[in-house]
């Protein structure tokens, strides 16, 4: 992949990666809820959903499944249900005395797992990403050389924008924490954030492959 080429890659990719999407709310909610740790834990669970995306599309998976309509929509059913039950989560937490308590080392500690587990999840339940990747990639390969190396490439490059990306939302973020300590504020927040998850499962069921 030529020096051009990988430009050219980096900005289209950097352009899309600044639409703020599932990954980038689950990014905020947990900067706001327990820091520094919450956003690396989103990141790690996003990026590596987003390696095994790409290998998918190195194997010829996401052009498997454009062709397999059936696959697709059960797929696409599967991950808008995942957005809509963490949306509903988000709004009976809203009812709860402490819908979004102030960090807690031990409580991190605690739901590391569990954390992690739903940004790998949300990254990659969604079928779209890989038939996206599957169209989009390809257009900046160059088929003379050794395409192990470049999707390698387009990978490190996809990681350093999300880290980058996301990362910045949420050192903004974190700057501006302590205007939103107020129990009012944390209800407000997990009511909102729980409408997008739902809005954005119900736009998955509705989108076309």
Known sequence: MSLHVWLTFFIAYL??????????????????????TGTVIAL????????I??????????????TLP????VLKIVGAAYLIYL???QWMASFKNNPAASPVVSDVTSR???LWLEAFLVSISNPKTLLFLSAFLPQFLDH?????RQFALMYLTIALI???????YALALRRLGHHFQSQRWKVAFSRVSGTLFIGMGIRLVGSRA
């Open 144 to 148: 003379t050389t050794g395409l192990t």
């Open 162 to 168: 999300v880290i980058g990306v996301h990362s910045s």
């Open 70 to 73: 059936v696959a697709f929509t």
């Open 15 to 36: 352009l899309i990666t600044l639409s703020p999407g599932p990954n980038v709310l689950l990014v905020i909610r947990n900067t706001l809820r327990y820091g520094a």
């Open 87 to 89: 949306g509903v989560a």
């Open 53 to 66: 995306t790409i290998l998918l599309v190195a194997l010829g998976v996401g052009t498997l499944l454009s």
């Open 112 to 114: 590391r797992p569990s």
């Open 44 to 51: 790690s669970g996003n990026l590596l959903a987003q390696l």
